[in-house]
């Protein structure tokens, strides 16, 4: 993943959907040969020359503060996902090519045996482990009965981006299937900024990226998201449809995990589903010995 590229292509993406009236500034009409703000208007609001803007936006971050991140946020209103993406692709860009970092896979991860003994001991919900990659790293085993549609049979490690965009049950298993690419796709947008030496991540998208044309389309608007809280409405074959919250939390101890928690409203149906799932995930613990 090229950085310079990737802040062109961002910034770009961004200008595109304002208008002058979004930012405070008098459209005074006339055609415009591309949608949204020209440059020199980012570069108005955001307080710095159009030279030093449109320098930016091809890709030339090297000495680029702080508080010239945060004018161009302001100036084309990112929001607070998008202002750290903007920022990690930044950093990198500067940083400079890393060819080692480049060619050395990322290792693969794995909870600590503290945090394996702390998921299974939370039995009455559904928890699960993931990295930057969307790699299930590791669940409980209510948290694999809810998921077992994504997780069963598939190659280890499973992968929900190529469940949602490749495996043809996913439709049927997120009831806003439509929603959940979108997310995916944002939320492995900003991985890609955190992380773009990342090979294992790079392979992932080149991949979906040639197997998937919404996945192509979606990943060419640059959106970015942080995957920290929601509501997943799926349907389960086993037990029916299931409307369930859930709470995301970076492992401390695990340093790249984010740890899911999913609960359902209490005295709902939801939650009456949820627990005859678990029931049955007991059951067939107690029948396995």
């Given at each position: 993943?090229?950085?310079?590229?990737?802040?062109s292509?961002?910034?770009?993406?961004?200008?595109?959907?304002?208008?002058?009236?979004?930012?405070?500034?008098?459209?005074?009409?006339?055609?415009?040969?591309?949608?949204?703000?020209?440059r020199?208007?980012?570069?108005?609001?955001?307080?710095?020359?159009?030279?030093?803007?449109?320098?930016?936006?091809?890709g030339?971050?090297?000495?680029?503060?702080?508080?010239?991140?945060?004018?161009?946020?302001?100036?084309?209103?990112?929001?607070?996902?998008?202002?750290a993406?903007?920022?990690?692709?930044?950093?990198?860009?500067?940083?400079?090519?890393?060819?080692?970092?480049?060619?050395?896979?990322?290792?693969?991860?794995?909870?600590?045996?503290?945090?394996?003994?702390?998921?299974?001991?939370?039995?009455?919900?559904?928890?699960?482990?993931?990295?930057?990659?969307?790699?299930?790293?590791?669940?409980?085993?209510?948290?694999?009965?809810?998921?077992?549609?994504?997780?069963?049979?598939?190659?280890?490690?499973?992968?929900?981006?190529?469940?949602v965009?490749?495996?043809?049950?996913?439709?049927?298993?997120?009831r806003?299937?439509?929603?959940?690419?979108?997310?995916?796709?944002?939320?492995?947008?900003?991985?890609?900024?955190?992380?773009?030496?990342?090979?294992?991540?790079?392979?992932?998208?080149?991949?979906?990226?040639?197997?998937?044309?919404?996945?192509?389309?979606?990943?060419?608007?640059?959106?970015?998201?942080?995957?920290?809280?929601?509501?997943?409405?799926?349907?389960?074959?086993?037990?029916?449809?299931?409307?369930?919250?859930?709470?995301?939390?970076?492992?401390?101890?695990?340093?790249?995990?984010?740890?899911?928690?999913?609960?359902?409203?209490?005295?709902?149906?939801?939650?009456?589903?949820?627990?005859?799932?678990?029931n049955?995930?007991?059951?067939?613990?107690?029948?396995?010995?």
């Amino acid at each position: 993943m090229e950085t310079p590229d990737a802040i062109s292509e961002f910034l770009t993406t961004r200008r595109a959907r304002l208008v002058p009236e979004d930012v405070g500034l008098p459209d005074f009409g006339g055609r415009r040969r591309v949608p949204g703000l020209r440059r020199e208007e980012v570069a108005l609001v955001a307080g710095m020359s159009p030279e030093y803007y449109k320098r930016l936006e091809r890709g030339q971050a090297k000495g680029v503060s702080d508080a010239v991140i945060d004018g161009v946020s302001r100036a084309l209103r990112l929001d607070e996902a998008e202002h750290a993406h903007l920022h990690d692709l930044i950093r990198a860009a500067a940083a400079g090519a890393r060819p080692r970092q480049r060619e050395r896979p990322a290792q693969a991860v794995q909870v600590t045996a503290a945090t394996r003994q702390t998921i299974d001991a939370m039995s009455t919900v559904p928890v699960y482990v993931q990295n930057g990659r969307l790699d299930a790293v590791a669940t409980n085993a209510l948290g694999r009965a809810l998921f077992s549609e994504m997780l069963d049979d598939a190659p280890a490690p499973a992968n929900a981006a190529r469940f949602v965009f490749l495996e043809p049950r996913a439709q049927g298993f997120y009831r806003d299937w439509g929603a959940q690419t979108r997310q995916v796709v944002a939320v492995l947008r900003a991985e890609a900024g955190r992380s773009p030496y990342d090979r294992r991540l790079s392979d992932l998208v080149g991949e979906l990226s040639t197997r998937s044309d919404l996945f192509r389309k979606l990943w060419a608007a640059h959106d970015v998201r942080e995957h920290r809280a929601g509501l997943k409405t799926i349907h389960h074959p086993i037990v029916g449809d299931l409307d369930l919250t859930y709470q995301a939390m970076d492992l401390a101890s695990d340093r790249g995990l984010q740890m899911i928690v999913f609960s359902a409203e209490p005295a709902s149906a939801s939650r009456e589903r949820l627990q005859l799932l678990a029931n049955l995930t007991q059951t067939a613990a107690e029948a396995r010995g």
